[in-house]
């Protein structure tokens, strides 16, 4: 009973709000100094990915994650931003030995998730910085559980693939469909720490910031918004491929 309590208290406190804020943290780094080149260089993979077959495309990043670089953004978007810097506690269930001292049964433990995305000794001394290639070019780093942002181990948050190919999908829809423009007057905080509104909230949300979005081409807009409409009303059967 105490387990099933603990997963019902996790979901709840990792799920609210946590993939609005996070995505919205993505169109931010989009609307930095070197955000429109991150466009195009995915917009350019995925093109490549599905042989210019933009409806292909728009349809194909809900079912998989090819491009290496979309995976790339969001791990370094999900490493630097901890939106609930505090993982929810937990029980240890059983006694270990971590740095010379012993840690016992039914110990409650807090992982500061911030602070472990950020340790120099393992992301190297740009820890502090947005990355984007970093799991491409890092391989000291790209292996689970890749951030700590949900958790570690076998009481990690139990929606980590969901979580995963929706951020992707989102970035990638919307750099084939648009480009992402900021608003010289009102630029995004991107500082993992300033960037919250409120740090006493349960979920840390991004300070409001100005954007805007330029369709590429807007009948193939309006197409790949017709292809999203019709794929709700139709009772669908995805075979889902986790990377």
């Given at each position: 009973?105490?387990?099933?309590?603990?997963?019902?208290?996790?979901?709840?406190?990792?799920?609210?709000?946590?993939?609005?804020?996070?995505?919205?943290?993505?169109?931010?780094?989009?609307?930095?100094?070197?955000?429109?080149?991150?466009?195009?260089?995915?917009?350019?993979?995925?093109?490549?990915?599905?042989?210019?077959?933009?409806?292909?495309?728009?349809?194909?990043?809900?079912?998989?994650?090819?491009?290496?670089?979309?995976?790339?953004?969001?791990?370094?978007?999900?490493?630097?931003?901890?939106?609930?810097?505090?993982?929810?506690?937990?029980?240890?269930?059983?006694?270990?030995?971590?740095?010379?001292?012993?840690?016992?049964?039914?110990?409650?433990?807090?992982?500061?998730?911030?602070?472990?995305?950020?340790?120099?000794?393992?992301?190297?001394?740009?820890?502090?910085?947005?990355?984007?290639?970093?799991?491409?070019?890092?391989?000291?780093?790209?292996?689970?559980?890749?951030?700590?942002?949900?958790?570690?181990?076998?009481?990690?948050?139990?929606?980590?693939?969901?979580s995963n190919r929706i951020l992707y999908?989102?970035?990638?829809?919307?750099?084939?469909?648009?480009?992402?423009?900021?608003?010289?007057?009102?630029?995004?905080?991107?500082?993992?720490?300033?960037?919250?509104?409120?740090?006493?909230?349960?979920?840390?949300?991004?300070?409001?910031?100005?954007?805007?979005?330029?369709?590429?081409?807007?009948?193939?807009?309006?197409?790949?918004?017709?292809?999203?409409?019709?794929?709700?009303?139709?009772?669908?059967?995805?075979?889902?491929?986790?990377?």
């Amino acid at each position: 009973m105490d387990d099933i309590k603990c997963i019902c208290v996790g979901l709840v406190s990792g799920g609210f709000e946590t993939i609005g804020s996070t995505a919205s943290l993505i169109f931010a780094q989009l609307c930095t100094e070197n955000g429109e080149l991150w466009q195009e260089r995915l917009y350019d993979d995925l093109m490549k990915i599905y042989d210019g077959d933009i409806v292909k495309a728009y349809q194909s990043v809900l079912l998989e994650e090819k491009s290496e670089f979309g995976v790339s953004f969001i791990r370094e978007l999900l490493r630097m931003y901890a939106v609930i810097p505090l993982i929810p506690a937990r029980k240890t269930s059983k006694e270990f030995i971590w740095n010379g001292v012993t840690v016992p049964e039914g110990i409650t433990v807090i992982l500061n998730a911030q602070a472990a995305n950020h340790d120099k000794s393992h992301f190297g001394a740009d820890a502090d910085e947005f990355v984007p290639d970093r799991f491409l070019k890092d391989d000291s780093v790209n292996h689970p559980p890749y951030h700590f942002t949900f958790g570690a181990g076998s009481r990690a948050c139990t929606a980590v693939n969901l979580s995963n190919r929706i951020l992707y999908a989102g970035l990638c829809r919307t750099c084939l469909l648009f480009k992402v423009k900021k608003d010289p007057s009102r630029l995004p905080v991107v500082d993992y720490i300033d960037f919250a509104e409120d740090r006493q909230a349960q979920t840390n949300w991004i300070k409001e910031f100005g954007m805007s979005l330029e369709p590429r081409d807007e009948a193939m807009v309006e197409m790949c918004f017709s292809v999203s409409k019709n794929a709700c009303k139709e009772d669908l059967s995805y075979s889902i491929e986790y990377n």
